[in-house]
């Protein structure tokens, strides 16, 4: 909180209570003077930071105050607010005075006199030595140190720039750039602890908290600026008094931070700036968020609406991304999307696969692998549909064609062959197939697809096809496929893709050409394992 004097020369009442009340709630402390000849005395006894003066005033004018106040060496240094309701006629008068720094037009609001006050101060000094020595100012006050490291993005990312600051574990202010937004990422030790943009619409981040954090929303008005303001202190204190739960604030920050990077990862920035001198606001250092990038960039995807599914139809598969100097720091990530992570590798994984193996809903895990991709973590590519089948087939010759139709290219189909109905088993259990092939032996391999569904080995939406023996079929065979489709010895790998592509088509093809009682020949029992 300031704790600048400021003397106030006003003789009306009203106008030194609203003064008196605004800005001692900026923590001001705020001297009262109801005429000239009081302000005078008093201002050469507490030499205060700023005086605000009124042009008119009982008996004299503001500007016969001001120039007996500077008269005295003590007080030359002091710069002075004018405060009229005749505006520019009044601010005329005090064009040759140094002191005067500015203007405060009557009536005024709590805002402007708040904002007047602040700027008078931070710039009085230098406008009294400009004016008094006919030297230059500066444009911009604050804004002269360089910046240690900056560019454009023509050819470099924002990731890598991040990940740059990250592995060199630096501290101060990343300002991004974007068309219509300004962006300030403050870091220590690498790591990102709070984000803010004091133009970006709040609206857009309170429409995507949570229930629990709805009530929190106003604040994003104080949190979104630079952290400075008096009133982002007044958030701290009320921390320190225990008013306002702390984790509570930190998960807002940490949503604030989530949509802010999200944001300029999703547009396209247009430079960047480090500035290594820039301190952390107070509230950030109180609260920090203190995540990696990836970690806040899985938050922006994870709160962000539903996306649309790309795994149905044409799939995405998603692989580890190997760059050289990339930083993995992987603070802010739960255990469970860390495990996400350690599933993909070189080989494409489509997202379902991802969560069940991470046993993570889907749209959960794709709302992750989302974010590990805008941090370049994984790449995503377009796979054709392959299917994967598993046969068990005793019979080797057999099982050389469905070898043969596995690994002829083009047929959309990847898989394995076993000769038992362990490995059958065994297999099941590692692999969720899109088909299962069962050659006949005997009844037993009949309620085979009942006992693995009872195992809950066989789950899920699969194509089942049931292979008859070549020799005669036996009738308790022949009873139960009495009512299926039967695929004919000899057949070719062509007549297996049908079956195994299109069995309901199949079905509706071959069911009227065969016979209850099958008699020789090998058939085949189509179904969907779960579809009951």
Not at 74 to 87: K, Q
Request: net charge negative.
């Amino acid at each position: 909180m300031s704790t600048s004097t400021i003397l106030v020369i006003d003789d009306s009442a009203t106008i030194r209570k609203m003064v008196d009340s605004h800005l001692s709630q900026e923590g001001y402390r705020v001297i009262l003077a109801q005429n000239g000849e009081l302000g005078i005395e008093m201002a050469r006894e507490i030499k205060p930071d700023l005086i605000l003066l009124d042009h008119q005033l009982p008996g004299t004018t503001g500007l016969e105050v001001c120039r007996k106040i500077i008269q005295f060496p003590e007080c030359r240094h002091i710069p002075f607010l004018v405060s009229s309701t005749l505006r520019k006629q009044a601010y005329v008068e005090y064009m040759d005075v140094p002191n005067v720094v500015d203007s405060l037009p009557k009536p005024f609001t709590s805002d402007l006199l708040k904002m007047a006050v602040a700027n008078a101060l931070e710039t009085g000094a230098m406008i009294i030595a400009s004016q008094t020595n006919g030297t230059a100012v500066p444009e911009v006050v604050g804004e002269t140190d360089q910046p240690a490291f900056s560019g454009d993005f023509r050819w470099l990312g924002l990731r890598e720039v991040i990940d740059f600051l990250n592995n060199g574990r630096k501290a101060g202010m990343l300002e991004v750039e974007t068309d219509r937004n300004r962006v300030c990422f403050f870091l220590k030790d690498g790591r990102i602890q709070g984000v803010v943009s004091p133009s970006f619409d709040s609206a857009q981040i309170a429409a995507q908290l949570p229930e629990s954090l709805s009530e929190l929303s106003p604040l994003l008005q104080f949190t979104l600026s630079s952290g400075t303001s008096t009133r982002v202190d007044g958030l701290v204190e009320l921390m320190n008094k225990k008013v306002l739960d702390p984790r509570m604030l930190r998960t807002l920050l940490r949503h604030q931070a989530a949509a802010l990077t999200r944001y300029c990862f999703t547009i396209k920035p247009t430079c960047f700036s480090f500035h290594p001198e820039r301190a952390q606001p107070s509230l950030f250092t109180k609260v920090s968020i203190d995540t990696s990038l990836a970690g806040i960039l899985v938050d922006g995807t994870l709160n962000c609406p539903p996306i649309q599914d790309l795994t149905t139809g044409v799939q995405v598969g998603w692989i580890r991304n190997g760059l050289r100097g990339q930083n993995l720091d992987r603070a802010g990530l739960s255990a469970t999307h860390v495990q996400l992570l350690s599933h993909l590798d070189s080989t494409p994984r489509n997202t379902a696969e991802l969560a069940a193996k991470s046993g993570l809903p889907c749209n959960e895990a794709r709302a992750v692998l989302e974010g590990f991709l805008l941090a370049e973590w994984v790449k995503s590519e377009t796979l054709t549909r392959t299917r994967t089948l598993i046969a068990y087939e005793p019979d080797a010759q057999h099982g050389t064609l469905i070898r043969s139709m596995i690994d002829q290219a083009g047929t959309g189909w990847t898989g394995n062959v076993v000769r038992d109905e362990f490995s059958l088993q065994l297999l099941l259990k590692r692999k969720t197939p899109d088909a299962v092939l069962i050659a006949l032996q005997g009844t037993h391999e009949l309620n085979l697809p009942e006992i693995l569904q009872n195992n809950s080995v066989l789950e899920g939406q699969h194509t089942v096809v049931l292979i008859a023996p070549a020799a005669t079929t036996s009738p308790p065979i022949a009873v139960s496929l009495q009512s299926q489709t039967l695929l004919r010895r000899p057949y070719t790998s062509t007549d297996l893709l049908k079956a195994i592509d299109h069995p309901a088509e199949r079905f509706s093809a071959l069911k009227t050409a065969v016979s209850p009682m099958a008699t020789s020949g090998q058939a085949a029992f189509l179904c969907t394992a779960g579809a009951n």
